[in-house]
């Protein structure tokens, strides 16, 4: 009785450990592909609108009271930026593009309403860079370009969608 208990157990923990070694060897092979497509930027956020995806209709008052609407963006390249109050990712990447301004036209569309104060310290900081408009959730603008949380940003050409990314070098 001692002799088969003791080679049942013996088999059971060699088949926890063959399990737990395929589980190590999967896992493995698993953070080298991840590791690969970091190091290549090949990782993308599914949710962002793919390259060649067409922008919307919408039609929109800027801050400083002037229609825009998709239209503004058909020409040849654009920079469309998406913020939100309270984002520490989207006041990052609002320093860059101030201290570096992208050499391609700028729209920002900031979500929030327009009474609130650190939306408009936002939409006062970005009108440096181009028209700023104001938006909510749901709306045409964000139908139109479908943003994948905050910040996001999206180059288009000819009105589609040529890149978007969370950040300014995944996008020129």
């Known amino acids: 009785m001692t002799t088969t208990f003791v080679l049942a157990v013996t088999g059971l923990v060699g088949v926890i450990g063959l399990l737990n070694l395929i589980l190590i060897f999967g896992v493995i092979g698993r953070v080298r592909v991840l590791q690969e497509a970091v190091q290549t930027g090949v990782l993308r956020d599914p949710a962002l609108p793919a390259p060649g995806d067409a922008v919307g209709e919408f039609q929109v008052t800027t801050e400083d009271g002037k229609p825009l609407s998709e239209a503004a963006i058909g020409g040849d390249e654009a920079l469309v930026g998406f913020f939100t109050p309270g984002c520490k990712p989207c006041t990052d990447l609002r320093a860059q593009l101030l201290r570096q301004p992208p050499a391609l036209p700028f729209i920002a569309f900031v979500e929030g309403t327009s009474d609130d104060p650190e939306v408009q310290k936002i939409t006062q900081s970005l009108r440096r860079l181009g028209p700023v408009a104001v938006t909510q959730s749901g709306d045409a603008v964000m139908r139109a370009f479908k943003p994948a949380g905050f910040p996001t940003l999206i180059r288009t050409a000819k ?11 995944q996008v020129l």
């Open 159 to 169: 009105g589609s969608v040529a890149a978007a990314g969370h950040r300014l070098h």
